[in-house]
């Protein structure tokens, strides 16, 4: 979707023992170095959305409306959270995300109120249609920025580099990719001993309606990066799935994402026909943090070390 810079800035120590008129020289360069980048947030620049849909900003914008939590996550990310006005029921992370006005449940948003908002820019998104009550922002003259739903690592790193873009925070966006992507590769640097991946199978809804992950998800590649095997990989998305495939299929480790039950870990082992699974028969049924493993957004990072914990403790602790 787009390319990716990926080079660090290297931290410089200044030795105490710099003179006065060597300090006076570093001060004048860091303004020198920091006007270029005013002007550039000053300057009106163009963006494209998903939609292929292009938005001129006069200047970065102050105020922002997030209608998924994925993309808020991505903005505090960047270190521009103080600047969103309006977030989704949903966004509970970091901890300030729960501060911010509630304007939508991530399906319906409140156009009413994010008019009476006049937000700089709305951050919404896409699923394959575009929400038609966009266009009521649109036509109030509210900059609407769409982002498809990621399926990819890489669609996730376009996204982050796409909202850096609207916000005039271009650097930072590729730093954050870089720190995700080095967080990946710190986990799959130890599970580098892993001579034959573990099946895992992986429940993102409970009995009677079961449904897993399969490929063309992000959630795939987070099981891929974390060096397992997924029974379902074969299927496409999300697929509704019977008792009896999980049985066949036989894995040897289950993961659920489900935090609206009680006790999923407890549903899972309690079902009678599951009793000769592999994962239930060992016991390595566990729950994974429902948020971190299903949003497409900053903290895949920490999804894939949080897979790789659960599954192969004994080499993430090394």
Not at 179 to 190: A, L, W
Not at 210 to 233: D, P, R, W
Not at 236 to 261: A, C, F, H, K, Q
Not at 265 to 291: H, L, N, Q
Request: one cysteine or more; glycine letters at 4%.
């Amino acid at each position: 979707m787009k390319t990716k810079s990926i080079l660090l800035l290297p931290t410089i120590l200044v030795a105490a023992l710099l003179g006065a008129c060597q300090s006076d020289e570093a001060a004048d360069k860091t303004e020198a170095d920091k006007a270029p980048a005013e002007e550039k947030a000053s300057e009106a620049y163009t963006v494209k959305d998903d939609r292929g849909q292009e938005l001129t900003f006069e200047q970065a914008p102050e105020t922002i409306v997030s209608l998924i939590p994925s993309n808020t996550e991505i903005v505090y990310a960047l270190g521009e959270g103080d600047k969103l006005i309006g977030a989704t029921d949903y966004d509970n992370y970091p901890e300030e995300a729960k501060k911010v006005e509630r304007v939508s449940d991530s399906v319906a948003f409140n156009a009413e109120r994010i008019l009476e908002m006049k937000p700089d820019v709305v951050l919404a998104y896409s699923t394959g249609e575009v929400a038609p009550e966009l266009a009521q922002l649109e036509d109030a003259d509210i900059p609407v920025f769409v982002i498809q739903s990621a399926t990819s690592f890489d669609e996730v790193y376009g996204d982050i580099e796409q909202i850096a873009s609207v916000l005039a925070a271009e650097e930072k966006g590729e730093e954050l990719v870089k720190d995700i992507q080095t967080q990946i590769q710190d986990v799959q640097d130890k599970l580098a001993a892993v001579e034959e991946k573990k099946d895992v199978y992986m429940e993102i809804s409970p009995s009677p309606e079961i449904y897993t992950t399969g490929k063309s998800t992000f959630q795939q590649e987070i099981l891929n990066h974390a060096q397992v095997e997924n029974v379902f990989e074969d299927l496409e998305g999300w697929p509704n799935i019977s008792e009896e495939e999980v049985i066949t299929r036989d894995p040897e480790v289950i993961l659920t994402t489900v935090s609206y039950v009680e006790d999923a870990i407890g549903d899972i082992k309690a079902r009678e026909s599951w009793s000769t699974v592999e994962a239930i028969e060992d016991g390595d049924v566990y729950f994974v943090d429902s948020d971190i493993t299903s949003r497409p957004g900053p903290r895949i990072g920490e999804a894939v070390q949080l897979v790789a914990e659960t599954v192969y403790p004994e080499l993430m602790e090394q």
